[in-house]
């Protein structure tokens, strides 16, 4: 198996310097104007510029680094492919292009980085992902892990990393945190968090390439980094859900629930985990999932739980946000009263939460059942009718045949 150092560039050894190209994600004003994520007045552009410029100011303070910024002005349009070239002219080994997360519910939290799918690029973006990870985790921030993504056409899905690839450059994208929400709030919407983030980025990149600093007085050349294979073949994405079981879920009648998830993904990590008491309409926030001993399973207290009764399911999500809901436990007396079950209204609720996952399985299974029940009655209801119409009909047929023989025996009598 090969093996190199993520460090290890791929050209400008020979002039001593690796060369690494910044470039704030998004941008352009007027028509063709990409913002980015935009969410209560912060927009991704402005932002990423700021994070792009703190990060090259910082990483240019190391020796035998040459950094450039592919463009310093938000309202810059420039494709992709630009960006690309861009580096390539700038004789770039790595292309970064900085970003800032949102998701559609505002649910999401966390860092991650994508890199490419493919042999040694796949190798030195995964050292510098997990380093720049390890910095924003030494920030407080949640961990979304360092991914790949192939789109149609069995090629990188990112365009900024299909380009970079396309011209020789490991090119990635760091997605630093989710400007919408709460959760990540202390690391975004103040000038001095972009920044920060700008200079978290630098000292990932310095140790992850074994840089060293005489200005900031920083060595890491010996900084030891993870050890990457080269992939032999194209690393895929996860594209199926995780499997989620509620394995245990009780109350001792004082308004605590008690409960405990087993959740695992063989393609990749679980990430968060929510709680739902009515059966799925709605859920709590997502929780971090923090396996610490490896067993696949969350056990949570939930305090001060003030209804009695509640129809409990739990979400889990994994590192491509794609999630799985588990069966539904009617938990009764919480508070120590009991409430009359509604089995229909239970079912009901348990068939929207499985519409929200799995649905074209589920649904078949539900069609499938239904059509052999309807079958069963029927062959049921055609058997009680033979049953109870065969005497009625061997009656009727004997009758019928004795006057046919009548007939013919009359009409012989008369011939003769
Ligand atoms: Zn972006």
């Known amino acids: 198996m090969n093996r190199k150092r993520s460090g290890e560039s791929n050209r400008n050894m020979?002039?001593?310097?690796?060369?690494?190209?910044?470039?704030?994600?998004?941008?352009?004003?007027?028509?063709?104007?990409?913002?980015?994520?935009s969410y209560n007045g912060i927009t991704e552009r402005y932002i990423n510029t700021a994070t792009?410029?703190?990060?090259?100011?910082?990483?240019?303070?190391y020796d035998n680094v040459k950094v450039y910024l592919t463009r310093d002005n938000p309202n810059q349009a420039?494709?992709?492919?630009?960006?690309?070239?861009?580096?390539?002219?700038?004789?770039?080994?790595?292309?970064i292009s900085i970003h800032y997360n949102a998701s559609e519910e505002h649910l999401i939290y966390g860092s991650e980085v994508w890199i490419p799918s493919?042999?040694?690029?796949?190798?030195?973006?995964?050292?510098?992902?997990?380093?720049?990870?390890?910095e924003f985790q030494d920030m407080g921030l949640y961990l979304k892990g360092v991914k790949t993504r192939v789109g149609d056409g069995n090629d990188e899905y990112y365009g900024i990393i299909r380009e970079s690839e396309k011209l020789n450059i490991t090119g990635m994208i760091i997605e630093h945190c989710y400007i919408d929400n709460g959760r990540d709030y202390a690391y975004y919407g103040n000038d001095d968090a972009y920044v920060r983030f700008g200079k978290a980025d630098a000292t990932g990149v310095a140790k992850a390439l074994g840089l060293k600093s005489t200005e900031l007085g920083k060595d890491y050349t010996m900084y030891k980094g993870i050890d990457i294979?080269?992939?032999?073949?194209?690393?895929?994405?996860?594209?199926?859900?995780?499997?989620?079981?509620?394995?245990?879920?009780?109350s001792n009648g004082n308004g605590i629930v008690e409960i405990v998830i087993h959740a695992q993904d063989s393609e990749s990590e679980i990430s968060h985990y929510a709680y739902s008491f009515d059966g799925g309409n709605t859920y709590s926030e997502l929780f971090e999932w923090h396996d610490r001993d490896g067993d696949n399973e969350e056990s949570i207290t939930i305090?001060?739980?003030?209804?009695?009764?509640?129809?409990?399911?739990?979400?889990?999500?994994?590192?491509y946000n794609l999630y799985s809901t588990s069966e539904m436990v009617v938990l009764n007396g919480i508070n120590g009263v009991f409430e009359e079950e509604n089995?229909?209204?239970?079912?009901?609720?348990?068939?929207?939460?499985?519409?929200?996952?799995?649905?074209?399985?589920?649904?078949?299974?539900?069609?499938?059942n239904r059509r052999t029940a309807m079958v069963i009655v029927i062959l049921l209801f055609i058997i009680i009718l033979t049953l109870f119409f065969k005497s009625a009909i061997a009656a009727s047929l004997k009758k019928w045949y004795h006057s046919i023989k009548d007939i013919i025996l009359k009409n012989g009598k008369d011939e003769k």
């Open 14 to 37: 020979s002039e001593g310097n690796i060369v690494i190209v910044i470039d704030p994600g998004h941008g352009g004003l007027g028509g063709g104007a990409d913002d980015g994520a």
């Open 52 to 61: 792009a410029k703190a990060m090259c100011e910082e990483l240019s303070k």
């Open 343 to 368: 089995i229909s209204e239970s079912v009901e609720s348990t068939l929207t939460v499985d519409q929200q996952n799995n649905v074209i399985s589920n649904e078949k299974v539900r069609y499938d």
């Open 78 to 95: 420039m494709t992709l492919k630009q960006r690309a070239e861009f580096a390539s002219d700038m004789g770039a080994d790595y292309l």
């Open 229 to 250: 294979a080269i992939p032999d073949s194209r690393v895929y994405q996860d594209e199926t859900p995780p499997e989620v079981i509620l394995k245990k879920c009780s």
């Open 118 to 134: 493919i042999g040694e690029y796949y190798a030195q973006g995964y050292g510098i992902g997990k380093a720049v990870l390890d």
């Open 303 to 319: 305090m001060n739980v003030r209804q009695n009764r509640a129809d409990v399911v739990v979400r889990a999500y994994n590192n």
